[in-house]
């Protein structure tokens, strides 16, 4: 085969592989569920939340040097729920990370490796690593979960090739009715790499939009039936 026959077979595999991803990512953002607004100035500044909405994707607008959206790369996500599970129940579920792989469908490990010292007995830190799977990649990351007994999980990669920054923070706080919960939840994500991040972020907007009612599934079977609320 000449040089010429394989550069040209080459260049029009790149071209059909570049287009069946663009086909792939205007699929995924047709059918997502989840609203946008632009341009989040730092994470203090998510705290607003909208009037007409609980939950809010947010991305910013700036592109890079690949002229790849940062929009693609860069997310935060919240979501402000009452739930009818109490605080203390809804923290214990959150916190007890070395579970996550019993019933989060994309853990496919979950496991702490390291417990910190601490000098409030409320007050808990460690570090846990996670395996996380989307259809057609798997990621191992190390995170440092930072808790506030019963108030608020927080988590932070600290080893991930896959996220330039991950943050997930869950705050609990009694609801309108005894027995349940206002909730807020937050993820704040970017990822390393352009080449891949248009994909990889249709899967992942999916699954955190969907964590909430995750976590809400494990306290029904582990507490029973939820309290009746109206939201």
């Given at each position: 085969?000449s ?115 601490h000098?409030?007995?409320?007050d ?6 996670l ?7 798997v990621?191992s ?30 705050e609990?706080?009694?609801g ?15 990822f ?11 899967f ?28």
């Amino acid at each position: 085969m000449s040089p010429f026959s394989s550069c040209s077979k080459a260049i029009g595999s790149l071209i059909s592989r570049r287009n069946s991803i663009r086909h792939l990512v205007k699929f995924g953002e047709k059918s997502g569920p989840i609203s946008y607004h632009p341009n989040p100035t730092s994470v203090q500044g998510i705290f607003q939340f909208p009037t007409d909405a609980k939950s809010t994707f947010c991305s910013s607008g700036r592109r890079n040097f690949f002229g790849c959206n940062d929009s693609v790369l860069s997310k935060i996500y919240e979501e402000k729920r009452v739930l009818g599970y109490s605080p203390e129940q809804l923290y214990n579920v959150v916190a007890a990370v070395d579970l996550y792989q019993d019933f989060l469908p994309w853990c496919q490990r979950s496991q702490i490796l390291k417990q910190h010292p601490h000098n409030d007995e409320n007050d808990e830190s460690f570090d846990a690593e996670l395996e996380i799977g989307f259809n057609f990649f798997v990621e191992s990351y190390v995170s440092r979960v930072e808790l506030i007994k019963p108030k608020r999980v927080k988590t932070t990669a600290l080893d991930t090739t896959l996220f330039h920054h991950l943050i997930n923070i869950w705050e609990f706080n009694p609801g309108p009715v005894q027995g349940s919960c206002n909730v807020y939840f937050l993820v704040d994500f970017k990822f390393q790499s352009p080449l891949y991040g248009k994909v990889a972020s249709m899967f992942f907007k999916d699954v955190v939009s969907r964590l909430v009612g995750s976590f809400n599934e494990r306290c029904r079977i582990i507490y029973g039936p939820a309290t009746r609320v109206l939201e």
